[in-house]
């Protein structure tokens, strides 16, 4: 077809030949040239059965969509955050073979705080409103399974004592505390949170207000005995209990009179009573440490506290496992079938009503605030966050079909695309519901980041290859014949759709190499998804198009399909003139051909050469062309070249119509390129861009590494409050150093004390109190030893024990003497004259190895107090023993040895842990400790939260620059293979590694921290770049002509596609701003909206600047060959522009026949006028000699055709 000229151009001045357009038969020009011919061939086989295409591909896509009815999602964290195949992950699940899958208890906590900031709450009117609020909460009933449940049968209970005497039994069970860490543990107040109640004929309910140990064992003694509990409770100093410690308010009326404040009813120094922390029950083993309970303290200059800015509860509830067993085969729950499941049903409806009173519990115009949060509080927030929000999925959906609907209309019926619109986005969320549906299929769970992010960011990306074959589908060659258009659209873009999905896919693949678990499956799902929009972008849409060119075809109205186009009767065509002599306006330099070209391929050089013959016709340019010559000069695109024009009729020159002719091409074109392309905008474009990346840089070293879950909570929240303030005062966390199996721990000991030594020195450590011995099972296993050894010593002393009788000594001198006799031997296990001769503990604090395991069992049964708060969890768990000191028949002087342990672990606490650097300083710390141990055979690792989601921290920026080089590096071999040309490929890589440095100094500027979510992010910016990059470098390297002839060409038809897919793009985030969660606002929706406006920045400014100044050079050249056999002096000589034809062509060329449009011009706009140039006959491909090549090229596409 003949298309107007460029404006600007003349042939040159002393040109004595015709043009001969000389390409070099490169591979990568004609392996592009075949890889295009698949793609014609499969664009045209669609276009023959589009409407089985349609039902076929729908219908898969639909059944693979119905696997979403099996997705699981995932809201554990322990499943979401530690990583694959760390040594974390090793260690939890060595942890869960040993211990079982659950924690020993779960915490429900009480935060009180002044509204007025800064305000002291060591005050007993602040304690009063505390003492309100944990009152509130702790009488906590729910109602479920025809059972009333309150907190005295579900809170977890630490040491139990197992006790011969059933009635003390009885008791004790209804009367054992609950373990509450409060302040109000430092008053008697503290006892109005324990529940439990006892009955003894002619006495009060026994309670805990009331409640006097001592007092109580006096009154029972002459009834029973109550010697070895009697010594337990000393043991543990008891004490008075609750009933010997101030009271807050001593004129309340039940203020024991055992009271330290009763009669002088003064209120106590609540700075003076708190300071150095609280005791349960027990002052032994229950010592709440001060930084459990006071946050925001301030001391003197001598070390006294003087004030706080907060106090802390934590109720401890057993585990649903705990409370199943507690409850299994018990007269209560013998009628309900009683199960695990509903043992975890009773605790979460518990901690939900606690949470919910306990922030109700103070009034509105209270000076204090309470903040109430459970494990119950933190699953729920995960669930929210996992749920998927069908509104805003439907909202995102709906404006993404408004605006492809209205983009693609047009004014002319036959040029409309609104229907294709339509149905593309449909099809996309199809591919994005089957590719989810594909996920669940293959068992990849679902997690926040799937239901939150994936189906806009999909949706975004799925429809930019939406918009780039509908663009090309619309401006397809003019005289393409009907059933080959679809075959022409994805000859031209299916290999950048080719490329940019496949980037997107190897992106996404290696996010995955993050070895977060729920990063992993949001990386995996992503590329599966990418991978399906992309089977429906090259299979099913084609169809689509297909259909919708028989709609236009039809002459029916776009998205109104049944109804005829008014339109369709003022389409007019008329053939190309051929000029006379003289009959060239003056001015006019432009000329258009369509010929019928001879090409050769000459064996010596390879080159293709095609010799254009002498017919043209001349038309009037526009008034002015912005662009000038340089731009606009010789030159054109492969598809010049090589492409045939197929049809039999031409149309002619056109000129818009006012109202078409502006467009995003048109603005690329006369407005953006030649203002881009000018040398002073070019140095601009550098300067800007090199500061912006230098800006960058230095933004890269404010970002810093984290993710709280003040992050994740939505603000303005009660649980965000909670963990504010959580996070504030109470930076505080539980770890245990957990030793293994492997090794032999009776001769191991002095490395065991070793570790503890070395752990303790660890600056994040909170130390015990000066006046407490080390709260590890080992230091109680020894001091309990000593202890028994220091009674057996007074006993055999007094003569109350001896060689051969220990009934007259005490519990723990019986207990001493059964332990002294035992030889570890199978055959002689007992050696009396033992007694004298050893000790339990030797001078340098070691037992005896083979003491150690026999005293581990008499240890576990004898002092369950020590054991509970030594938090030991031993396994394999030592056997049960009942010591019966009157035990006659001498078996109970043969004690079980416990097996050799594979589990046992020291308790800590960490503290002032708040930036992840103080997170990352204790882990390295620990790990070091752990390290040194090990060189000394002692197996041991930490374990804590601190370790499950912080230790990723360590290596998470190297596995950061690992996965982005390696998929740099993967985009360099995509890119060079599918474009065979590295030139352009590592053009583009260094633009994608500019926006990826970018985004990450832009992350550090909006104080965004590196966690494992934004490093997903910055590996898959580098697929998403693609999208932005890839159409622009494969516009450049396939025109020809200048460098900047070529980036302008690449922009006028790549500009619109890629700013309509930019813009969709932002559609399918823009649903993100409405989350609840400002977490996926901060993390996600302005990530990737920066990610998508620099992609447009660098796509559509920075390349083009760059590939004109290093672009590579024209995989076709043209150039001028004189060849006086074809030229007529004659009419050259007379001025005219007539060109003759050559009777033969030399004998070295082998002939092949192919019609030729030659046009330096962009098609013109539809709707245009038309334009008579001449009123001669049209110059007739019949006139021409005939050819006798044996192929024709028959390819009129953007790109390279094929053979």
């Given at each position: 077809m003949a298309r107007p000229p460029p404006p600007g151009y003349a042939p040159p001045a002393r040109s004595t030949a015709p043009q001969v357009f000389t390409g070099s038969l490169k591979a990568p020009l004609w392996l592009r040239a075949y890889f295009q011919g698949l793609l014609f061939s499969l664009g045209c086989g669609i276009q023959r059965h589009c409407g089985k295409v349609l039902f076929l591909g729908l219908l898969a896509f639909g059944a693979l969509a119905l696997g979403l009815r099996v997705a699981v999602i995932e809201t554990d964290l322990e499943q979401l955050w530690v990583e694959v195949g760390s040594r974390v992950s090793q260690e939890l699940r060595y942890t869960k073979e040993k211990l079982g899958e659950e924690a020993a208890y779960t915490s429900q906590m009480l935060i009180q705080t002044a509204r007025q900031e800064g305000e002291n709450v060591l005050t007993p009117e602040a304690l009063s409103l505390h003492l309100q609020a944990a009152l509130t909460a702790s009488k906590v009933q729910v109602s479920l399974y025809g059972k009333s449940w309150d907190l005295n049968k579900i809170c977890y209970k630490s040491g139990v004592p197992l006790i011969e005497n059933g009635m003390i039994e009885r008791m004790i069970e209804k009367l054992f505390p609950c373990v509450i860490l409060t302040p109000l543990d430092c008053f008697w107040e503290g006892a109005k949170l324990q529940g439990g109640s006892a009955y003894l004929p002619g006495r009060p309910d026994i309670q805990w207000t009331n409640l006097d140990p001592e007092q109580l064992l006096e009154e029972l003694g002459p009834f029973t005995s109550l010697e070895g509990f009697r010594e337990l409770l000393d043991k543990a100093q008891v004490g008075q209990a609750y009933v010997g410690r101030p009271c807050l308010h001593p004129d309340d009326a039940h203020c024991p009179p055992s009271a330290p404040n009763h009669h002088s009813r003064e209120a106590p120094n609540v700075a003076q009573q708190l300071s150095g922390g609280c005791h349960g029950f027990s002052h032994k083993f229950m010592h709440w440490q001060e930084e459990l309970l006071l946050g925001g303290t301030a001391r003197d200059a001598q070390g006294q506290l003087l004030r706080a800015e907060a106090l802390q509860s934590t109720f401890l509830l057993m585990s649903p496992r705990q409370l199943y067993e507690h409850f299994r085969g018990d007269y209560q729950t013998h009628d309900i079938g009683w199960s695990e499941e509903q043992a975890g049903t009773v605790l979460q409806a518990w901690q939900r009503r606690f949470v919910q009173l306990a922030q109700e519990a103070l009034p509105r115009n209270a000076s204090q605030q309470v903040h109430a949060f459970s494990s119950t509080t933190l699953d729920d927030i995960l669930q929210a966050f996992s749920e998927v929000s069908a509104a805003r999925v439907l909202g995102g959906y709906l404006l993404m079909l408004a605006y492809a609907c209205v983009?693609?209309?047009?004014?002319?019926?036959?040029?409309?695309?609104?229907?294709?619109?339509?149905?593309?986005?449909?099809?996309?969320?199809l591919a994005v519901a089957s590719g989810l549906g594909l996920c669940a299929l293959l068992g990849i769970a679902f997690n926040a980041a799937t239901t939150q992010v994936l189906p806009f960011l999909a949706l975004g990306i799925g429809v930019d290859d939406i918009f780039l074959l509908a663009h090309a589908f619309a401006k397809a060659p003019p005289g393409t014949p009907l059933q080959a258009r679809t075959g022409e659209c994805l000859q031209r873009t299916g290999t950048s759709v080719a490329l940019t999905s496949i980037n997107n896919m190897v992106a996404f693949f290696m996010a995955a190499l993050v070895p977060i678990p729920a990063l992993r499956a949001f990386s995996l799902q992503a590329a599966i998804v990418v991978g399906c929009n992309f089977a429906a972008v090259m299979l099913v849409f084609p169809a689509i198009l297909s259909l919708d060119l028989r709609r236009r075809h039809c002459q029916r109205l776009d998205v109104l399909c049944c109804f005829s186009s008014p339109c369709s009767a003022r389409v007019i065509q008329i053939l190309p003139q051929e000029l006379g002599d003289g009959t060239v306006p003056v001015g006019v330099a432009h000329l258009t051909t369509t010929v019928q070209a001879f090409t050769h391929c000459e064996g010596s050089s390879q080159h293709v050469v095609a010799i254009l013959p002498p017919q043209a016709h001349v038309v009037t340019p526009p008034p002015s062309d912005p662009l000038g010559s340089e731009l606009f000069g010789p030159g054109g695109s492969t598809r010049d070249l090589l492409g045939q024009d197929e049809g039999a009729r031409q149309k002619p020159a056109y000129k818009s119509l006012p109202c078409t002719r502006w467009s995003l091409a048109h603005f690329a074109r006369y407005q953006f390129a030649p203002i881009l392309l000018q040398p002073r905008v070019k140095a601009a474009v550098l300067v800007l861009f090199g500061a912006l990346l230098g800006l960058s840089l230095y933004g890269a070293t404010l970002v810093q590494d984290g993710l709280a879950l003040t992050d994740v909570v939505p603000r303005g929240t009660k649980e965000h409050a909670f963990l504010s303030a959580q996070l504030r005062y109470f930076s505080l966390y539980e770890v245990a150093l957990v030793t293994q199996g492997g090794f032999d721990y009776a001769h191991s000991q002095r490395a065991l004390f070793d570790l503890h030594q070395r752990f303790s020195a660890l600056k994040a450590v909170l130390p015990p109190p000066a006046t407490q011995a080390p709260r590890t099972w080992l230091h109680y296993y020894r001091n309990w030893l000593q202890g028994i050894q220091v009674a057996f010593d007074q006993d055999w002393a007094a003569g109350r024990i001896t060689r051969h009788s220990y009934r007259n000594g005490s519990e723990d001198g019986a207990l001493a003497y059964k332990l002294l006799i035992q030889t570890g031997d199978a055959q002689e296990p007992l050696d009396f004259s033992q007694l004298t001769t050893r000790k339990l503990v030797d001078k340098e604090g070691l037992i005896p190895p083979e003491l150690f395991y026999v005293g581990l069992t008499v240890w576990v049964s004898s002092d369950p107090l020590g054991l509970a708060a030594s938090q030991a969890n031993f396994y394999p768990p030592p056997p049960e023993w009942l010591h019966d000191k009157y035990d006659t028949t001498g078996e109970n002087l043969r004690i079980p040895a416990a097996q050799p342990l594979e589990f046992a672990q020291f308790p800590f606490l960490l503290r002032g842990l708040?930036?992840?650097?103080?997170?990352?300083?204790?882990?390295?710390?620990?790990?070091?400790?752990?390290?040194?141990?090990?060189?000394?055979?002692?197996?041991?690792?930490?374990?804590?939260?601190?370790?499950?989601?912080?230790?990723?921290?360590?290596?998470?920026?190297?596995?950061?620059?690992?996965?982005?080089?390696?998929?740099?590096?993967?985009?360099?071999?995509?890119?060079?293979?599918?474009?065979?040309?590295?030139?352009?490929?590592?053009?583009?890589?260094?633009?994608?590694?500019?926006?990826?440095?970018?985004?990450?100094?832009?992350?550090?500027?909006?104080?965004?921290?590196?966690?494992?979510?934004?490093?997903?992010i910055l590996v898959a910016s580098v697929g998403i770049g693609v999208e932005f990059t890839v159409h622009v470098a494969l516009g450049f390297l396939t025109a020809q002509g200048s460098r900047n002839l070529r980036a302008a060409q690449a922009l006028e038809h790549m500009f619109a596609p890629v700013?309509?897919?930019?813009?969709?793009?932002?559609?399918?985030?823009?649903?993100?701003?409405?989350?609840?969660f400002d977490f996926i606002v901060r993390y996600f929706f302005v990530v990737l909206t920066v990610l998508t406006l620099l992609g447009l920045l660098h796509g559509l400014v920075l390349l083009p600047v760059l590939l004109s100044i290093l672009g590579p050079p024209p995989e076709v050249v043209q150039t001028y060959k004189e060849s006086p056999e074809i030229l007529n002096p004659t009419a050259a000589r007379g001025g005219g522009l007539r060109w003759g034809m050559s009777p033969t062509l030399p004998q070295s060329f082998t002939r092949v026949t192919t019609s030729l449009t030659v046009a330096l011009h962009p098609p013109p706009l539809p709707g245009a006028y038309v334009q008579s140039t001449s009123d001669e006959p049209a110059w007739s491909p019949a006139t021409a000699p005939a050819a006798s090549g044996s192929g024709s090229f028959h390819s009129t596409g953007l790109y390279p055709p094929t053979e």
């Open positions: 983009t693609m209309l047009r004014w002319d019926c036959a040029q409309s695309q609104g229907a294709v619109g339509l149905a593309g986005v449909l099809m996309v969320a708040r930036q992840t650097a103080d997170f990352v300083e204790a882990i390295e710390g620990a790990r070091a400790a752990c390290a040194e141990a090990g060189r000394a055979g002692v197996h041991a690792y930490p374990s804590g939260s601190p370790f499950l989601f912080w230790e990723q921290y360590l290596g998470l920026r190297r596995c950061f620059l690992l996965a982005v080089g390696i998929l740099l590096v993967c985009s360099f071999l995509v890119c060079a293979l599918l474009l065979l040309s590295p030139w352009t490929a590592g053009l583009i890589v260094l633009v994608l590694a500019m926006m990826t440095v970018e985004l990450f100094g832009i992350m550090g500027f909006l104080g965004i921290k590196l966690s494992a979510i934004p490093v997903v700013t309509d897919g930019a813009v969709s793009t932002l559609l399918g985030l823009l649903m993100l701003a409405g989350s609840n």
